[in-house]
């Protein structure tokens, strides 16, 4: 999502004020109280400080368990499951979103676990990543609706890009929402109970909604005879964009040690061929793809600064997923290791 302009944002906040005092209100607080989610912002800033019990009970919350002992079985399967691997994940030392994502994803593989993963990192993270569930996210994308006629909903969160955008979304409009005298758990409460409450009776085109997940690519299927594809070693959508560059290389006969621009690679991995169904994601695909976030050295840069640049960029949650578009002109060549000898 590009940046909210200033009209934008007092737009937004004008509308939040005309529903504030109504959807605020409603906010369920014995069920999800504060303290205990204020108290665990702090734990989890340091996982190896994390019992078992802090897991338990904030998923309990998270789940809207807080306070029962009896509630549904997958739930507390999940629970087992994050305690059984917490250990591990403490140890690893994983705190960039996508990391963390990529190690629970893995561990807790078969469940339904975006949202709890999401919240997992806004409590690992919560001065950069919101707390999103599918009520607040569908807050936004109206409110982004009413400034964007041409914004495109998506159902609910599901990718590290709708945790971003809502991120950036309520850290904009915090400042001018005066209501929520600058607190952002109140503004959240708001969204949350706005979404719940009032845009969810509100009808959307369905030409105005996104698929929620991209089309999943078999990466056994990947082959090729020039390039050692077996040393690309993530499965981020950064590293699709390169399996099928590479790919788009050799289908062409292209010069393997050639310069290519920015652009020049762009055209050979548009988004319509790359099954990414969500602009967001494949903008901030491209971002990663350029840059060294994970250890990626897919290119070489005529200019050197631009690999942290683009590095910089990935890690940044505020960041404008489009901006790789203004170094379209500049050149890159591919990283000589991903060619077979």
């Known amino acids: 999502m590009s940046a909210l302009t200033k009209k934008e944002i007092e737009s937004i906040a004008k509308t939040i004020s005309e529903h504030y005092g109504e959807y605020a209100s409603k906010y369920e607080s014995e069920k999800y109280p504060e303290e205990p989610y204020l108290g665990w912002k702090q734990t989890f800033g340091d996982p190896k400080e994390v019992s078992q019990d802090d897991i338990r009970q904030a998923l309990e919350w998270k789940y809207g368990h807080w306070g029962k002992v009896n509630y549904v079985p997958a739930h507390k399967i999940i629970i087992a499951k994050l305690q059984k691997y917490w250990p591990e994940f403490a140890e690893s030392g994983k705190s960039e979103i996508d990391e963390i994502f990529a190690f629970w994803e893995d ?43 041409d914004w495109v909903w998506k159902r609910n969160p599901a990718s590290m890009d709708d945790i971003t955008d809502f991120s950036v979304f309520l850290q904009s409009l915090l400042p001018a ?27 959307v085109s369905r030409s105005k909604v996104a698929p929620a997940l991209s089309k999943k690519h078999d990466w056994s299927s990947l082959t090729s005879e020039v390039f050692d594809l077996g040393k690309i070693s993530l499965r981020s959508n950064a590293d699709l964009l390169f399996a099928l560059l590479l790919q788009s290389l050799e289908a062409e006969g292209a010069d393997v040690e050639a310069a290519y621009t920015i652009e020049e690679i762009h055209k050979r991995i548009p988004m319509h061929k790359t099954g990414i169904a969500v602009s967001s994601s494949y903008n901030y695909a491209m971002v990663a793809l350029f840059g060294n976030q994970r250890g990626r050295d897919y290119f070489h840069f005529e200019n050197t600064k631009l690999g942290v640049y683009f590095t910089e960029q990935a890690n940044d949650p505020s960041r404008d997923n489009t901006c790789w578009k203004k170094y379209i002109d500049e050149k890159v060549s591919i990283n000589p290791k991903y060619v077979m000898d």
């Open 107 to 149: 561990r807790l593989a078969g469940h339904q676990t975006f949202i709890t993963v999401a919240y997992l990192s806004h409590l690992l993270n919560p001065d950069k990543i919101e707390i999103i569930d599918q009520h607040n996210f569908r807050a936004m994308n109206y409110l982004m609706s009413t400034v964007r006629p």
């Open 177 to 203: 929402v005066k209501e929520a005298k600058g607190n952002k758990r109140e503004l959240d409460k708001f969204l949350m109970m706005f979404g719940k409450h009032k845009v969810k009776t509100i009808p």
